[in-house]
């Protein structure tokens, strides 16, 4: 039997970190994990130019409060829920991720949570574990289950390599250039074609 495992953003909601950088100004929260592989990394570097510059965790959220899902994004999903059994693995935290979901009809998520200070500023993230993509596939493998697994970057990549069928979905030429061997879906028509292909 087979089970599909996705990204988020990137493939059914467009980039939170990059709606921050274009609402707040900041060129620098543009960086994502389609830049910078190592996430940790990436949020500590997020923190550091949030506390810099007075944002706090209401700012992101009334960002993430004016972001709508990708066109075609709710079909997507419906369209996929028909074929086969999935699950949302996300590197987003849950502080984040409600009102998006809740937009795509509340699929199954699995994502990290932030740590909030007193003044309302993010001190500091839970991640559910390390490398949790590729072991939600890992888990789903031991459960006797085919995974296809799909998203657009570097933080998604240990997940399709786990995967016995991985997809790219409008990745960055550098992440298509390192990972030469999946896929590639440009729209959301390529991606059921390809998903058709392995089911």
């Known amino acids: 039997m087979k089970f599909l495992c996705s990204d988020l953003e990137g ?3 467009p980039e939170v970190w990059i709606n921050v950088a274009e609402k707040t100004g900041i060129s620098e929260l543009r ?3 389609r830049d910078e592989p190592d996430y940790g990394k990436l949020m500590r570097y997020r923190m550091g130019i949030l506390r810099n510059n007075n944002l706090k965790l209401k ?3 009334d960002v993430i409060a004016t972001i709508r899902p990708m066109e075609g994004a709710l079909e997507m999903l419906a369209w996929i829920k028909q074929q086969v059994p999935m699950v949302i693995v996300s590197d987003t935290f849950t502080q984040f991720a409600d009102p998006l979901i809740a937009q795509l009809n509340r699929p199954t998520l ?3 949570e932030l740590i909030i200070d ?3 500023f993010i001190a500091g993230f839970n991640l559910r574990q390390e490398d949790q993509k590729r072991k939600v596939v890992q888990a ?3 459960l006797k289950y085919t995974v296809i697994a799909m998203g657009d970057s570097y933080n998604d990549t240990s997940m399709l390599i786990q995967a016995e069928h991985g997809i790219l979905f409008r990745p960055p030429d550098n992440v ?9 879906a440009k729209n959301y028509s390529e991606l059921k074609e390809v998903i ?4």
Request: overall charge negative; aromatic content about 12%.
């Open 11 to 13: 493939v059914f909601i």
């Open 176 to 184: 298509i250039r390192d990972f030469p061997k999946f896929p590639v």
């Open 110 to 112: 699995f994502c990290n």
């Open 196 to 199: 058709s292909s392995v089911l």
């Open 59 to 61: 700012d992101i959220q």
């Open 140 to 142: 789903l493998q031991g």
């Open 31 to 33: 960086r994502t994990t």
């Open 118 to 120: 007193d003044e309302g």
